[in-house]
T-cell receptor, first 114, second 116 residues
């Protein structure tokens, strides 16, 4: 089954404690992306990756890091989480083509930073 | 800069009635337009997209959307709503110059509530 898998689904952590949210896709997609969803703001892109070892900032990259060492994995790293990073996070992947392609989303990770 | 507006936080409709969820966009040039749906505790699912051609686009679960270039709108519609359509709906835009990859800019979402 084609899917994007995020772990963990729920996470409560304390300010300053480094954490990683994993994302893996099994569709051989080149493009992967992280979004955060906040009430009244919709989804905002944090980082994206066009392919292995190619990453770039989205609209709200501050406080986040990513890496793309393998095509299937795109972890999101919070080196020193703060309460304003409490949010619902989604990983997405899609093919890179000559036109727009459907994005597949993970089920989300609800992060609470206290 | 591109942007998407969904003017209604919530739309209420009775089952069996037609529904419309509104979306307007602002982008330079001609855009690619999308609708995604989010059910509780789930990720977003693709509903439909507009690339070019016919202004009426048909998608999953009986939904369709009408592209109106002069009004810069891409409203989502369904002739007869179901209770199971209750969910959060997102409109998104991707500028045409971004061919080769998909940079999506999302609206703030509209919650659709279909009552029995």
């Amino acid at each position: 089954e084609a899917q994007v898998t995020q772990n963990p689904r729920y996470l409560i952590t304390v300010t300053g404690k480094k954490l990683t949210v994993t994302c893996s896709q099994n569709m051989n997609h080149e493009y992967m992306s992280w979004y955060r969803q906040d009430p009244g703001l919709g989804l905002r892109q944090i980082y994206y990756s066009m392919n292995v070892e190619v990453t770039d900032k989205g609209d709200v990259p501050e406080g986040y890091k990513v890496s793309r060492k393998e095509k299937r994995n795109f972890p999101l790293i919070l080196e020193s989480p703060s309460p304003n990073q409490t949010s619902l996070y989604f990983c997405a992947s899609s093919l890179v083509g000559t036109g727009p392609t459907e994005a597949f989303f993970g089920q989300g990770t609800r992060l609470t930073v206290v | 800069a591109q942007s998407v507006a969904q003017p209604e936080d919530q739309v209420n409709v009775a089952e069996g009635n037609p529904l419309t969820v509104k979306c307007t966009y602002s982008v330079s040039g001609n855009p690619y337009l999308f609708w995604y749906v989010q059910y509780p505790n789930r990720g977003l699912q693709f509903l439909l997209k507009y690339i070019t051609g016919d202004n009426l686009v048909k998608g999953s679960y009986g939904f369709e959307a009408e592209f109106n270039k002069s009004q810069t709108s891409f409203h989502l519609k369904k002739p007869s709503a179901l209770v199971s359509d209750s969910a959060l709906y997102f409109c998104a835009v991707s500028p045409r110059e971004n061919t080769g990859f998909q940079k999506l800019v999302f609206g703030t979402g509209t919650r659709l509530l279909v009552s029995p």
